[in-house]
């Protein structure tokens, strides 16, 4: 313990012997030191001109209610003279959101921070209170847009989240626990993370600035004032603020914001591939040396891809011009494109380097890999007349399975035929879209391999 008192003092004391001997005159030992005392660095000034325009959330949102056994009689309902079902219960939560665009009056939030909103209350830095109004909203993505009537709005000035590199500074600004208004910081730990979750677009800016409940929908800024984030998750084994938050990156939640101003909601569209990531193995085999990207696995026949002259084993490693890392990268940048425009892939074959331009066409997932589900990473395509005549009936045939894949964990394999699902027969990859759309929890997939049919369970 004394050890540890005056170990200040013996610091003190040196600096002032050195001060000396270097011959620094003595009048300079009382003048504060530039960044230590006197002229402390701040980010006040940053704050105070940003947080204006970050705002806290209020949603009341309804749920159903427990299931009760006694409802189910209908003599019991009669008697008591109840509703067919128990009523729904209200819920509040709150949350937070950034004003984007003071004129229109128009709020970044989550999506799952106004899920099944009711009322939808914002409040400004300053305490005012204002209804908002949902103009849409993206499970995909976790990205809602608000819309506010209010006079003096400020708005926060979007960077590009592109930019970005690990090891930039950031701070977060939001609700946590309704506590109000609260500003931590950190730096940016990683980029491009995915895998959080079962379904949508993930393309997270991790940081180690404090996220906790609350923070939802707030602002992820840099050190000059400018968002590249909404924040969005956390990983924390008990609810609170363990150093690994998520922030959606910003031009993502633009380019979803876009969409939902124009059209109320985003609409996908397709351009019939399936996709996997460039794996080391895989780049061996095909000479591929450092190369990063994503392979096409295969091209559905009548797809925009297939018009446009893709091929089984081109390696994606650009659109329009941005490089592209992985699979979910691909899937992120061409499923966030607005249907009926086109993209630029930048393409590596054989024969070397082009660009093709592919049309985006209205259709569900943007790949027949059916990202989400148990099938996501499986390359799929219609079975020809040839194989439904081998096999003795329709299907659908997995030409692909990417390695440590949701497909590979379910136990498919390249060369299977997929004939039915839960016993219905399965003729086209539209029929395994129909199926899987719903989510149900337990599949049962019926397929022939080598010949022999088999039964796979998966959930």
């Not at 002032?16 to 660095?41: E, K, N, W």
């Not at 701070?171 to 949508?200: C, Y």
């Not at 066409?361 to 790949?367: A, L, N, Q, Y």
């Not at 148990?374 to 194989?387: I, Q, T």
């Amino acid at each position: 313990m004394f050890r540890n008192v005056t170990t200040p003092c013996r610091a003190v004391f040196f600096c002032i012997v050195l001060a000396f001997a270097t011959g620094l005159p003595s009048s300079a030992l009382g003048q504060p030191v530039p960044g230590i005392a006197g002229r402390l660095p701040t980010l006040a000034p940053v704050l105070e001109r940003v947080t204006p325009a970050v705002v806290n959330i209020s949603v009341v949102s309804e749920t159903a209610s427990a299931s009760n056994p006694l409802y189910n009689d209908p003599f019991f309902r009669r008697f008591f003279d109840l509703p067919d079902a128990p009523p729904p219960r209200q819920r509040m939560s709150a949350g937070s959101g950034v004003i984007i665009d003071a004129a229109r009056g128009h709020v970044l939030t989550n999506h799952h921070v106004v899920a099944n909103a009711r009322e939808i209350t914002v409040t400004l830095k300053d305490g005012r209170r204002l209804n908002a109004e949902l103009v849409g909203s993206d499970q995909a993505t976790d990205i809602a847009l608000l819309k506010v009537e209010g006079s003096n709005l400020a708005a926060l000035e979007i960077g590009d989240s592109d930019r970005l590199r690990v090891g930039d500074y950031v701070v977060a600004i939001g609700n946590p626990f309704g506590l109000g208004q609260t500003v931590t910081s950190g730096i940016v730990s990683a980029l491009g993370r995915s895998g959080l979750s079962n379904e949508g677009y993930e393309d997270f800016i991790q940081t180690d600035a404090s996220i906790n409940p609350g923070n939802s929908g707030g602002a992820l800024v840099t050190l000059d004032g400018r968002l590249v984030g909404i924040n969005s998750a956390i990983l924390s084994p008990a609810g609170g603020n363990i150093g690994i938050g998520f922030a959606v990156p910003s031009n993502m939640a633009v380019a979803v914001m876009n969409q939902l101003i124009e059209h109320g909601e985003v609409r996908r569209g397709r351009i019939g591939i399936g996709i996997q990531d460039v794996t080391p193995d895989l780049a061996e085999a095909l000479g591929l040396g450092g190369l990063r990207g994503a392979v096409i696995a295969n091209v559905e026949p009548g797809s925009p891809a297939q018009r446009a002259g893709l091929q089984v084993g081109d390696i994606v490693t650009a659109v329009d011009g941005r490089d592209i890392h992985s699979s979910t990268d691909l899937r992120n940048r061409i499923g966030l494109t607005p249907v009926g425009t086109k993209v630029k892939l930048t393409i590596v074959r054989k024969d070397g380097e082009r660009e093709i331009s592919v049309p985006i066409e209205r259709g569900g997932s943007p790949f027949s890999q059916l990202a989400g589900t148990v099938f996501e990473g499986a390359g799929l395509r219609n079975a020809s007349a040839e194989e439904a005549q081998a096999a003795g009936t329709g299907g659908v045939i997995v030409e692909s399975v990417a390695t440590a894949s949701r497909a590979e964990r379910a136990g498919f394999r390249p060369g299977d035929m997929i004939v039915a699902i839960n016993r219905i027969p399965v003729t086209s990859i539209r029929d395994i879209r129909r199926w899987t759309s719903d989510h149900p929890a337990t599949l049962a997939v019926e397929i022939v391999r080598d010949g022999t049919s088999l039964l796979l369970v998966v959930r």
